[in-house]
């Protein structure tokens, strides 16, 4: 029987979008407690270690992050944490380089780090799941990344999306969850493809579904709660990979690798 947290992860448990390797031991990296569930993140270390390739081992990782001088920083705060859990939208910054990330599903549902500009990492956006009236009837919103926002603007639903200053944690704008926006999946099977929403299908007491259309024309449903809107119309708030978030089929991506019916020569 069980007597407390677990603290181990081993490696063949861990999420498939991770992209570990069997061989390379027993155990991986098991996330800290914190703002984004263990399937929905990926630990410090794998990022900076497999994604942006700034380390060779685990103790390079600690070297980095341990630093006195708080080299890495997570949402606009220094984290010193080398299992700390790093999930949609996060934006991640590298004093000592100058660089800032966004972290991102790509279209075929791995997280990767997208480089952008200091204007952009000053804020993220969030995902509003519950809204209620706390005690000395104060309204409070509650965010996909656990954050706890009081007196919020009225007309802000759950399923809205805010724009969150880092900063100052003020709330700079919403995007409304309504047809014609732009939306990108963050669950299921089609995690990380962008689309315009075309209709809003609505089931009592079951899921409602949401249908979107990419830029290429392609249909594909989910849950709402598979669902993030990211702006207002066609347009993100954020800037995207270089694919927009468009799904393409095997052949159409042998054809840009340029491998498509290629044959060796004999």
């Not at 609505?202 to 598979?226: C, E, M, P, W």
Request: with cysteine.
């Amino acid at each position: 029987m069980g007597r407390g947290p677990k603290k181990h992860l081993k490696r063949i448990n861990a999420p498939s979008h991770w992209m570990l390797d069997k061989m390379s031991g027993i155990y991986a990296p098991k996330p800290t407690p914190g703002p984004h569930k263990t399937r929905d993140c990926i630990p410090l270390t794998i990022l900076l270690k497999n994604r942006l390739r700034y380390c060779m081992n685990a103790t390079e990782v600690k070297k980095i992050v341990l630093d006195k001088s708080g080299n890495i920083k997570i949402d606009n705060k220094v984290r010193r944490d080398t299992n700390f859990p790093c999930g949609i939208m996060d934006v991640i910054t590298i004093e000592k380089t100058g660089e800032f990330f966004r972290i991102l599903y790509d279209v075929k549902g791995r997280f990767q780090p997208h480089k952008i500009d200091a204007k952009e990492a000053a804020f993220k956006l969030c995902k509003i799941v519950k809204k209620a009236v706390g005690k000395n009837n104060i309204p409070y919103a509650v965010t996909n990344d656990g954050r706890t926002l009081r007196y919020q603007h009225p007309e802000i639903k759950v399923n809205d999306t805010i724009r969150l200053s880092l900063e100052t944690n003020e709330i700079l704008g919403w995007y409304q969850y309504e047809q014609g926006n732009v939306a990108i999946v963050v669950g299921g099977s089609n995690k990380g493809r962008v689309g315009t929403i075309s209709r809003i299908e609505k089931h009592d007491a079951s899921f409602n579904i949401v249908h979107l259309i990419d830029a290429n024309g392609a249909k594909f449903a989910t849950r709402v709660g598979n669902m993030m809107v990211i702006g207002k119309g066609k347009r993100p708030a954020i800037t995207l990979f270089k694919d927009k978030g468009m799904k393409r089929g095997i052949i159409e991506e042998k054809k840009i690798k340029g491998e498509f019916m290629s044959f060796p020569k004999l």
